[in-house]
């Protein structure tokens, strides 16, 4: 691990939390959903918005996918909090802030962010500064995946208990993993007490995805190859369905990029609305 002085949020990260904090700044409401706890956290310079990656209207879709997801992903922790599940896991948890700005649900589970070690103990810094601090309930998992480190074992001496349900949650990951891994983190998912759910994003291969925002697409995966962080997976709808049956997930069900817009971005006078090309795995064990 670096000097703290070092340490900063990594980029994808920092780039999500600021399109959160754009969309309640700059897009009309109602707020699909509304969090600048990032915004804070990160604390950038003045100009930020005018970074060429928060153009509002050539991020507009990538920006209401962030958030469509994000609302989604509440939205079910809280239902399943109702429902009596008292565990959270934040797989590739980045900088989201669910546990600072609904610490009353929050503070009733315990919240296990797993993530890489720097961004993590900038995170925790960043945290404490701020006064927000780490109580008991929130687990900061550093796991060092380079290194080969286990996000299971990890997460298991943070205190995470496999006997009782929980809510497992990744967005924007799989597609940074090789399909192996993707398969591995499914059947370990599956495993789980009875009654938890996996929520997951994946990416579509570009012959899924409509021919007039392909090429966005396929400029978005450039840029990312060339930042170094190449799009390794790409699933169809059937096919994670499939997997999922395969690693014994009880029941399986695919939220498109579609069902997202019905349920949060319908009837907005601005028109805005996710890009096509993100969908959910939404799974039980």
Do not use: C
Not at 109 to 129: N, T, Y
Request: net charge neutral; glycine share 8%.
């Amino acid at each position: 691990m670096r000097d703290n002085q070092t340490l900063k949020p990594e980029g994808t990260a920092a780039r999500v939390a600021l399109w959160r904090a754009m969309h309640v700044q700059a897009d009309a409401p109602p707020h699909v959903f509304e969090d600048t706890t990032g915004l804070r956290l990160i604390a950038p310079p003045d100009g930020w918005r005018q970074r060429p990656d928060m153009d509002l209207a050539g991020t507009a879709g990538y920006r209401a996918g962030v958030v469509g997801r994000a609302r989604f992903i509440e939205d079910l922790v809280t239902e399943q909090a109702g429902l009596g599940v008292s565990q959270y896991v934040l797989l590739g948890a980045g900088l989201d802030t669910f546990a600072q700005r609904r610490a009353e649900i929050a503070s009733r589970m315990r919240v296990f962010e797993v993530d890489q070690p720097d961004p993590q103990a900038w995170k925790r810094r960043r945290l404490i500064e701020l006064g927000f601090g780490v109580p008991e309930w929130l687990r900061l998992v550093s796991v060092d995946f380079e290194a080969g480190q286990s996000w299971w074992s990890e997460l298991l001496s943070a205190g995470f208990d496999p006997s009782r349900p929980a809510v497992v949650a990744s967005t924007g990951v799989s597609m940074y993993l090789q399909r192996d891994a993707n398969i591995a983190l499914l059947r370990q998912v599956a495993q789980l007490a009875p009654a938890s759910t996996l929520a997951m994003t994946f990416l579509l291969p570009l012959e899924l995805i409509d021919a007039k925002e392909r090429p966005q697409h396929q400029a978005l995966h450039e840029r990312a190859r060339a930042a170094g962080t190449p799009f390794l997976s790409f699933f169809k709808p059937a096919e994670m369905l499939a997997l999922a049956n395969e690693a014994g997930f009880r029941k399986a069900a695919h939220v498109s990029t579609a069902d997202l817009t019905r349920r949060y971005f319908a009837d907005r006078a601005d028109g805005l609305k996710p890009a096509y090309g993100e969908s959910f795995l939404v799974a039980v064990s």
